[in-house]
């Protein structure tokens, strides 16, 4: 498969037609996708009719846009109009889009051409893109293991070279963790960089629209493309948008790099090894490695997951049946409608929306939701100071590699701490990628992640891109 950057200047040259990459893309999900059901739909006919018309603009000397023919997959809870985004739930099983998320026109307007949704965890709440009613995407890698989640079936359909690139949401590590399973690259701005309108919302304070890609430069084209301020999203940040793709420098010497204290003490020994490697060869590379303090980071998990739980109870409470979502209609009374209409819900769900309303009550909320909210001050904080001392912080982007399907059912704390390192972002509001840095002895992808400040993804970008190019 050919990155983003390779279709994109075939197809303004004219060495490669907008329906020829369509196709090479349709022949590898045709032939992939049944294996690792990375997409729950495709849209062939609607994607060679866009390519066809991308092919006979430039025929009559237009110019084309940065993504010319570049096929992408989005995540099943990004709206694109006329088609269905269910959330991969049976409680939208039946919901078409009415209108284009602003991601999805910035794509259409740059010239991609979007080519089916992608699987992914019951709304966005998992982390191994099992919770899905489509069943589980598979590991390209192996096929008997998870790729991550929430996203997983955009990394699982960029790691498969079904198509250069796709769009996730991250909410607490939800593009970076898959990015990382499947040894891909995948990034999160800063939040408020990406409209989330039209983006179907888990917790309105975490999430934040992602790219995975196959490589930095690709994801940093992509990101290029759609960032920006929404009038239609008071959170997007009225900020100009650096031309992402050609701000990369000759070199990282001279790069800071923040070691955190501790943050390797719980990791596999494999992982670490790859870890401890990684900023070893950014050492050889010029960078500077200087050891910070994040002391409250270790409370991320548990912050992040009561935050974002109360706000799912809030954004989930539309789902009831009579303002949207599944309608039952043998209900005898109010109460039973109430009970029946939220039946569709999974248990992952149900399990967040608990613990939301819980956190929540009148007598928990201080103890819970509030003291969450002070903490997550304390962990800004934490990151503001060391980003002070330093330009980039590097971290492991999960703990393990990616583990067996079905592995962690009796145990979802496993399955949640697989967000421990990631989280922290989302918490923070910080940008964050993951880049691939070796494999451990089983061949599976070990990824490596770099924070940075809000409004700085050129720093992580580049310290990302320079290690691709060295590794």
Known sequence: MRTVFD????VRNGTLSAREAVLESLRKIKELNPQINAFVEVWPEEALKRAEEIDARLAKGEKLGPLAGVTVGIK??????????????????????????????????????????TNMDEFAMGSSNQTSIYGPAHNPVDFDRVPGGSSGGSAAAV?????????GTDTGGSVRQPASFCGIVGIKPGYGRISRYGVVAFSSGADQVGVLAADVKSAALMLEVLCGRDKNDSTSLEEPVPAFSRSFTADIRGLKVGMPNGFLDNLGQEVKEKIEAAA??????????????????????PCYYIITSAEASSNLARFDGIRYGYNDKNAKDLTEQYELDRAPFGLEVKKRIIIGSTALRAENYKACYLQAVKVRELIKQDFSAAFKKVDVILTPTSPTTAFTLGAHKDNPLAVYLADLYTCQGNIGGLAGISVPCGNDKQGLPVGLQFYGPILQEEKILNAAYHFEKAL
């Open 7 to 10: 279709i994109a200047e075939a």
């Open 76 to 117: 099943d809870n990004i709206l694109y109009k006329g088609h269905k985004a269910t959330c991969c739930s049976k409680m939208l099983a039946n919901y078409v889009a009415p209108y284009n998320a602003t991601v999805v026109e910035k794509l259409m307007a740059a010239d991609a051409v979007i080519v089916g949704r």
């Open 159 to 167: 790691a498969a070279g079904m198509v250069p690139a796709a769009l």
């Open 280 to 301: 070893e060869k950014l050492k050889q590379l010029g960078a500077e490695l200087v050891a910070v303090d994040l002391p409250h980071a270790k409370y991320s998990a």
